[in-house]
């Protein structure tokens, strides 16, 4: 009897000690990923953490330091203000050796101590901090020297030693990998040369002026409100909060006697919920201010017009280029003051569609509408009236066909029967339509420079939306233009006779398969679905949190933005994307799970999409943008892809992520 409860209590004890071990070894792996708390819970503590649970083939570990304050208390900025000290951090002491690391900071907050502006965080916080330096595939044991400053009615230092572990193996991410990529995301992203962040696409410093007693910054119009304004870059001075004066803000230097702020470059970081961004700028005087926002005008209105001009040569050029030669045809052997007011006629029709094109987006801008270059191909009674146009012009250049067409139609369609014969059989008016209907049909069609133009003119004020536009059509038109200005280009043609009769009819063919378009468009649109082909298996349909969960699981994304009426999509489609080699990349990478595709179908209005793009600057179509896990390895694409361009974004994400 004895012996028989001294068995069962021996197995009880093998098994109670056995599920000690089960646990502790859970709880060793379960701590991999973080160092133990540090501090006093009172004030605040802090733990090194990681994004993944092993180095994996990574060169770059994803690590935060995770910050717990008490109630009242705070840390500081890397700016920390009137007063204060931002966190460092020194590795030297790390058993593995050659490790660096650095801070990317989330927007702060400011806070008013005893009348000084600080700048900080307060309840919690995550600092994103990438260390590199160390052997790759190897294990790495990182101590972390933390020094921060926590004030509340007064201020301690917390120092820390932070020992964290990482073993070598699949880097998967860990329980921090979500939180700390909700961190990584509150970090304004720094402005390229042109001035736009991809986290503040609509954030943009129209002049940033050296003025009595601190600085001056005028934003440009159409962005979110400003919540708070940092700057950065004069030692010894800081800067209160931005106060409204005149159309721009000011904000006040402390101390404001002893600094001279004229030509000095500075660093803003702008607080625009939802948008933020980082912004380098220099400070001008008043009177060289204007200069540098002017020739930035220029650049941009030659931008326009070049992207305009690119336009006459896009996909959808076939039914302008229909309209464009039968009103050669139709020209030809008419008078030289004629041939001038005829194609004078046609680019004023192109100009004046650019600009009721802006006055119809400013309208839906100002009523907080969507708004973007060739969104009304996704309304089904402007496509309904389209095809009808179209549908017209074509009979106009079939004259043996005779349909009842109302009589205020066939006016404007420039075939009443009362048309002057010395104007070539077409009236003036009929020429300004066409011009206005040749600006319609290229609106489905970007191309290089008309995104980075179309932007510029939907983030700026009023001014810069109609000049812009104005510009872009100007460069449409500049084909009507030079016929203008040099009539006896017409000549060029073979005399009149029979081969123009079968080319307006080619012509018409051509308007007759764009009306076939359209109306495929049209089915999609009220509730049809697109063509499918076999490469379309690998993309999955876009959501923002299909993208975000992908990154945070850390695999790179690829997105295409496209609609059926976007004629350039479906040429980087055909010609890229589902050829090799893009098409056998992409397929390997996603069989190997190191790549998701996403696409967002924009043929029908949709608000997500829209804000995906205003978030990237964009406010047309094509987009298509590779998205990594840390954002190191973003590629923004131009509107033509090129095979060479998606290759080398692909490999540079495969190198970051290593």
Same mark, same amino acid.
């Given at each position: 009897?004895?012996?028989?409860?001294?068995?069962?209590?021996?197995?009880?004890?093998?098994?109670?000690?056995?599920?000690?071990?089960?646990?502790?070894?859970?709880?060793?792996?379960?701590?991999?990923?973080?160092?133990?708390?540090?501090?006093?819970?009172?004030?605040?503590?802090?733990?090194?953490?990681?994004?993944?649970?092993?180095?994996?083939?990574?060169?770059?570990?994803?690590?935060?330091?995770?910050?717990?304050?008490?109630?009242?208390?705070?840390?500081?900025?890397?700016?920390?203000?009137?007063?204060?000290?931002?966190?460092?951090?020194?590795?030297?002491?790390?058993?593995?050796?050659?490790?660096?690391?650095?801070?990317?900071?989330?927007?702060?907050?400011?806070?008013?101590?005893?009348?000084?502006?600080?700048?900080?965080?307060?309840?919690?916080?995550?600092?994103?901090?990438?260390?590199?330096?160390?052997?790759?595939?190897?294990?790495?044991?990182?101590?972390?020297?933390?020094?921060?400053?926590?004030?509340?009615?007064?201020?301690?230092?917390?120092?820390?030693?932070?020992?964290?572990?990482?073993?070598?193996?699949?880097?998967?991410?860990?329980?921090?990998?979500?939180?700390?990529?909700?961190?990584?995301?509150?970090?304004?992203?720094?402005?390229?040369?042109?001035?736009?962040?991809?986290?503040?696409?609509?954030?943009?410093?129209?002049?940033?002026?050296?003025?009595?007693?601190?600085?001056?910054?005028?934003?440009?119009?159409?962005?979110?409100?400003?919540?708070?304004?940092?700057?950065?870059?004069?030692?010894?001075?800081?800067?209160?909060?931005?106060?409204?004066?005149?159309?721009?803000?000011?904000?006040?230097?402390?101390?404001?006697?002893?600094?001279?702020?004229?030509?000095?470059?500075?660093?803003?970081?702008?607080?625009?919920?939802?948008?933020?961004?980082?912004?380098?700028?220099?400070?001008?005087?008043?009177?060289?201010?204007?200069?540098?926002?002017?020739?930035?005008?220029?650049?941009?209105?030659?931008?326009?017009?070049?992207?305009?001009?690119?336009?006459?040569?896009?996909?959808?050029?076939?039914?302008?280029?229909?309209?464009?030669?039968? #009103? +050669?045809?139709? =020209?030809?052997?008419?008078?030289?003051?004629? @041939?001038?007011?005829? $194609? *004078? /006629?046609?680019? &004023? !029709?192109?100009?004046?569609?650019?600009?009721?094109?802006?006055?119809?987006?400013?309208?839906?801008?100002?009523?907080?509408?969507?708004?973007?270059?060739?969104?009304?191909?996704?309304?089904?009674?402007?496509?309904?009236?389209?095809?009808?146009?179209?549908?017209?012009?074509?009979?106009?250049?079939?004259?043996?066909?005779?349909?009842?067409?109302?009589?205020?139609?066939?006016?404007?369609?420039?075939?009443?029967?009362?048309?002057?014969?010395?104007?070539?059989?077409?009236?003036?008016?009929?020429?300004?339509?066409?011009?206005?209907?040749?600006?319609?049909?290229?609106?489905?069609?970007?191309?290089?420079?008309?995104?980075? #133009? +179309?932007?510029? =003119?939907?983030?700026?004020?009023?001014?810069? @939306?109609?000049?812009? $536009? *104005? /510009?872009?059509? &100007? !460069?449409?038109?500049?084909?009507?233009?030079?016929?203008?200005?040099?009539?006896?280009?017409?000549?060029?043609?073979?005399?009149?006779?029979?081969?123009?009769?079968?080319?307006?009819?080619?012509?018409?063919?051509?308007?007759?398969?764009?009306?076939?378009?359209?109306?495929?468009?049209?089915?999609?649109?009220?509730?049809?679905?697109?063509?499918?082909?076999?490469?379309?298996?690998?993309?999955?349909?876009?959501?923002?949190?299909?993208?975000?969960?992908?990154?945070?699981?850390?695999?790179?994304?690829?997105?295409?933005?496209?609609?059926?009426?976007?004629?350039?999509?479906?040429?980087?489609?055909?010609?890229?994307?589902?050829?090799?080699?893009? =098409?056998?990349?992409?397929?390997?990478?996603?069989?190997?799970?190191?790549?998701?595709?996403?696409? &967002?179908?924009?043929?029908?209005?949709?608000?997500?999409?829209?804000?995906?793009?205003?978030?990237?600057?964009?406010?047309?179509?094509?987009?298509?943008?590779?998205?990594?896990?840390?954002?190191?390895?973003?590629?923004?694409?131009?509107?033509?892809?090129?095979?060479?361009?998606?290759?080398?974004?692909?490999?540079?994400?495969?190198?970051?992520?290593?």
């Amino acid at each position: 009897m004895i012996l028989a409860i001294h068995f069962h209590m021996c197995r009880l004890l093998a098994g109670l000690f056995g599920l000690v071990a089960i646990m502790a070894s859970l709880g060793n792996s379960a701590l991999a990923a973080q160092s133990p708390w540090q501090g006093d819970p009172a004030i605040g503590e802090a733990r090194l953490v990681s994004a993944v649970t092993a180095t994996g083939d990574l060169d770059v570990l994803p690590l935060g330091v995770e910050f717990v304050l008490a109630p009242g208390w705070k840390i500081y900025w890397r700016t920390p203000g009137e007063a204060g000290l931002a966190p460092v951090v020194d590795l030297s002491q790390s058993p593995t050796p050659g490790l660096e690391g650095r801070f990317a900071w989330p927007m702060p907050k400011r806070f008013d101590a005893f009348g000084f502006d600080n700048f900080g965080y307060e309840n919690a916080v995550i600092l994103p901090f990438d260390v590199r330096g160390h052997v790759t595939g190897t294990p790495v044991q990182v101590t972390a020297e933390l020094e921060a400053l926590a004030c509340a009615d007064i201020c301690v230092p917390l120092t820390a030693t932070l020992d964290l572990r990482l073993p070598e193996g699949e880097a998967l991410p860990s329980s921090h990998a979500q939180p700390m990529a909700q961190y990584a995301a509150m970090v304004p992203r720094r402005s390229n040369e042109n001035g736009y962040s991809a986290s503040g696409p609509s954030i943009r410093i129209d002049q940033l002026t050296a003025v009595e007693g601190g600085l001056l910054v005028r934003l440009a119009n159409g962005g979110p409100p400003v919540a708070d304004l940092f700057v950065e870059g004069v030692d010894g001075v800081a800067f209160k909060a931005p106060q409204a004066r005149g159309e721009g803000l000011f904000l006040a230097a402390v101390p404001s006697d002893k600094v001279d702020l004229a030509g000095r470059q500075v660093v803003l970081t702008v607080s625009a919920p939802p948008e933020m961004a980082e912004i380098p700028a220099q400070a001008r005087t008043t009177g060289t201010a204007g200069t540098a926002v002017s020739a930035l005008s220029l650049r941009i209105m030659a931008i326009a017009f070049l992207g305009g001009l690119i336009l006459n040569l896009m996909p959808c050029v076939l039914p302008v280029l229909a309209l464009k030669l039968s #009103a +050669v045809l139709v =020209a030809a052997g008419a008078p030289r003051n004629v @041939l001038r007011l005829r $194609f *004078l /006629a046609g680019a &004023a !029709g192109i100009v004046t569609s650019f600009l009721l094109l802006a006055a119809g987006l400013a309208a839906l801008r100002l009523a907080g509408g969507t708004v973007g270059w060739g969104i009304q191909f996704q309304n089904p009674v402007f496509l309904g009236v389209m095809i009808a146009m179209l549908g017209v012009f074509a009979l106009s250049l079939t004259d043996r066909v005779i349909i009842p067409v109302p009589r205020f139609v066939q006016a404007l369609a420039g075939t009443t029967a009362g048309t002057d014969a010395a104007s070539g059989g077409q009236s003036y008016r009929g020429d300004f339509l066409a011009g206005m209907l040749a600006t319609i049909l290229a609106t489905p069609c970007s191309a290089p420079f008309v995104g980075t #133009a +179309v932007a510029a =003119a939907l983030s700026g004020g009023m001014v810069d @939306l109609f000049g812009i $536009f *104005l /510009a872009m059509g &100007a !460069g449409l038109a500049a084909p009507w233009i030079l016929v203008a200005a040099n009539p006896s280009l017409v000549a060029m043609l073979p005399r009149p006779g029979p081969w123009m009769a079968w080319m307006k009819r080619g012509l018409a063919l051509l308007l007759v398969g764009t009306m076939v378009w359209l109306g495929s468009v049209l089915a999609t649109v009220i509730g049809g679905e697109g063509t499918r082909t076999a490469s379309d298996e690998l993309w999955q349909p876009w959501s923002m949190q299909a993208m975000q969960d992908s990154l945070a699981g850390g695999t790179p994304v690829l997105v295409d933005v496209t609609a059926d009426w976007c004629v350039t999509c479906k040429a980087n489609k055909a010609l890229v994307l589902e050829r090799d080699p893009v =098409a056998g990349a992409l397929a390997t990478a996603v069989t190997e799970g190191s790549l998701v595709l996403l696409r &967002a179908d924009w043929t029908r209005p949709d608000a997500d999409i829209a804000a995906f793009l205003t978030s990237h600057g964009r406010y047309g179509i094509p987009f298509n943008m590779l998205l990594t896990p840390d954002g190191r390895a973003d590629t923004v694409f131009a509107e033509i892809l090129t095979s060479s361009a998606i290759i080398e974004a692909l490999e540079n994400a495969a190198q970051t992520a290593k």
